[in-house]
């Protein structure tokens, strides 16, 4: 069974910095794109960035365009978000989501972790 378990949210002042991970694990054939989601508290999800399967090509919501670093290592099947300059609208769940093939599966399917907080203090 394949599974995303993300890692390194937790408590950052303004300003800071942190660094999320999102490993795949269980029989995976071949993964496509993944992307980082965020939930606020009374808020809708919303998609934070996204990055295909070379690396080569990548897309960022605007709030977080030059704060926010998506990056994949294919031989680890881990997508990571670098998120630098810190603000309190930063403050959400963290979420990856991964399109993956599963082993005997024909297609793609999107799996989504079980989520990661980030608190930002000002």
């Known amino acids: 069974q394949v599974q995303l378990e993300e890692s390194g949210g937790g408590l950052a002042q303004a300003g800071g910095s942190l660094r999320l991970s999102c490993a795949a694990s269980g029989r995976t054939f071949s993964t496509y794109a993944k992307a980082w989601f965020r939930q606020a508290p009374g808020k809708e999800r919303e998609c934070v960035a996204v990055?295909?399967?070379?690396?080569?090509?990548?897309y960022y919501t605007d709030s977080v365009k030059g704060r926010f670093t998506i990056s994949r290592d294919n031989g680890k099947n881990t997508v990571y978000l670098q998120m630098n300059s810190l603000n309190s609208e930063d403050t959400a769940v963290y979420y990856c989501?991964?399109?993956?093939?599963?082993?005997?599966?024909?297609?793609?399917?999107?799996?989504w972790g079980q989520g990661t907080q980030v608190t930002v203090s000002s």
């Open positions: 990055i295909g399967f070379s690396g080569r090509d990548t």
């Open positions: 989501k991964a399109e993956i093939r599963p082993v005997g599966v024909p297609r793609h399917i999107n799996y």
